[in-house]
Structures are given as structure tokens and as C-alpha cells.
């Protein structure tokens, strides 16, 4: 596919100009970061799993009435995307305690929590992308309240199918993040799942083993982050599930 003009570039992937109106192409690199890109690695063949599983989960939520920006995949690592001003915050659920949270609030990592947890951080590299309340969110006008009533609705309902999906395949959705965007159609606006959904975004552990399957593999030094991506993409099925682990991925169209 010819380049288009690049109008963004983040830490994992690049935003280019559409080829219809209110559309982006959204190219998956291999690059991969942690602790705000204070650690930085190019991981071959990370951005086509990524791109693949992306596909994988933001289809089906979209099957499922939950409204995304995907349209298409493009290619091996590209896929069309509606265009969207993305609200400047991250919801996170957390079901499981894990990360910063078990470290913030003295709870053992893994400890079942008693219901999903929803958090707010604000989007800002520089600050450390900083826990905020919706006290925050509304007094700088982040967002209003009903777009974060909305936001809570969205990220719940990508809990509910996303921890089916994991369950079902011998995975559990410990917390995830998404992204959430503003989409409008004429006059009319709706707030739609935004970026992507990869083992980039979700803690992912084994339910009998508790292996990590997700960034934690290269955050924490636990092994080869292109296995624990294939595993699950094989698990999902978006890959051969005789393939053999350290390869390249060689992926099911």
C-alpha cells in the first residue's frame, strides 16, 4: 500500500491519512516500550500480532453491538480505521489485582477483586499518564459526565466480552485499557472504542499456570514476548495452533 501523509505517531503505532473521508490507516510497529518508553525493544513480528489480534477482538465486539473504530484489516499490519478525536483519557478495569494498583494500595498481586474496578488516567506521557477522578475529568473538561457515564458503559461491556473470550481459551483477563474517541455523523456523536485491543493493553495470565501472556513479559524480564503473543493468538485461534513456538507468525486470513 502506497505511504499516505502521516498525521500521528505513538510509542507502538503510526496514524496515517485515510483513503476515503473521516477515515486513518493504522500501521502496528514492532517497536515495544514500558515505564513510559524508558525501555524500549524492536520485537520482530509484534506489530502483525498485534494488528491480527486487534482485528480479532475489535470484530467481535463490534458483532456484539459495541461500537469500535475498525472497519477493515488492510494488510498484514494495517487496518482502516474510522476517524475519531480521542477523549485524553485511559479507562482501565481491573479485575484481578495487579500492577501499579496491588502496589498503590497494598494488595497482594493476584487477588481476586470483588467486582470490576473501572479507573481513569490522563492521557500524558510526561506526567507518568496520572491516576484523576471524574472530579478531574469534569473540571478541566476532559469530558463530560455523560461521556463518562458512557465511557464506564463502554469499558464494561468489553470486560463482559473479553473476559468470555479469554476464559473460554484457558485466560484470565486480569485489568485492560482502552482508549475512547468521539465519532461524528453529521450532527449526531457516539463514543466508540478507540486504538486497539492486543497484549499490549490487557494483562493476560494463564488461569492454570499463571504465566503472563501479555507487556508484562518484557516490562518484568519473564521471557520472550513474541511466544507469549503467539500463544495467544493460537489459543484465539488467529494463528495454526500447531505452530511452533519461535517462529514467525504465519497468521490464518
Known amino acids: 500500500m502506497a505511504r499516505r501523509n502521516k498525521i500521528y505517531e505513538g510509542k507502538a503505532k503510526i496514524l496515517y491519512e485515510g483513503p476515503e473521508p473521516g477515515t486513518l490507516v493504522q500501521y502496528f510497529k514492532d517497536d515495544a516500550t514500558a515505564y513510559n518508553a524508558e525501555k524500549h525493544d524492536v520485537i520482530d513480528g509484534k506489530g502483525v500480532l498485534n494488528n491480527r489480534l486487534s482485528e480479532f477482538f475489535m470484530t467481535g465486539l463490534n458483532a456484539v453491538g459495541v461500537p469500535t473504530h475498525f472497519i477493515r484489516r488492510l494488510n498484514m499490519r494495517e487496518q482502516l480505521v ?30 481476586p477483586l470483588p467486582r470490576p474496578i473501572v479507573e481513569y488516567y490522563y492521557k500524558d506521557d510526561a506526567l507518568g499518564d496520572p491516576l484523576v477522578t471524574e472530579e478531574h475529568i469534569a473540571a478541566f473538561g476532559w469530558a463530560s459526565q455523560q461521556d463518562m457515564d458512557d465511557m464506564v458503559s463502554l469499558a464494561l461491556r468489553v470486560n463482559d466480552f473479553l473476559s468470555g473470550v479469554m476464559t473460554a481459551v484457558g485466560i484470565r483477563l486480569v485489568d485492560f485499557k482502552i482508549e475512547v474517541g468521539r465519532h461524528y455523523e453529521g450532527d449526531f456523536q457516539r463514543l466508540i472504542v ?21 507487556k508484562d513479559v518484557f516490562r518484568k524480564d519473564l521471557g520472550n514476548l513474541s511466544d507469549a503473543y503467539t500463544e495467544v493468538a493460537r489459543r484465539l485461534g488467529v494463528m495454526p495452533k500447531n505452530a511452533a513456538a519461535g517462529t514467525k507468525p504465519h497468521l490464518i486470513n
Open 194 to 214: 478507540a486504538d486497539e485491543i492486543s497484549p499490549d493493553s490487557c494483562r493476560l495470565w494463564d488461569i492454570q499456570t499463571g504465566q503472563r501472556l501479555d
Open 82 to 111: 474510522r476517524a475519531c478525536e480521542i477523549i485524553p483519557i485511559e479507562v482501565v478495569v481491573r479485575n484481578v489485582a495487579a500492577g501499579s494498583m496491588a502496589k498503590r494500595l497494598g494488595i497482594e498481586e493476584g487477588t
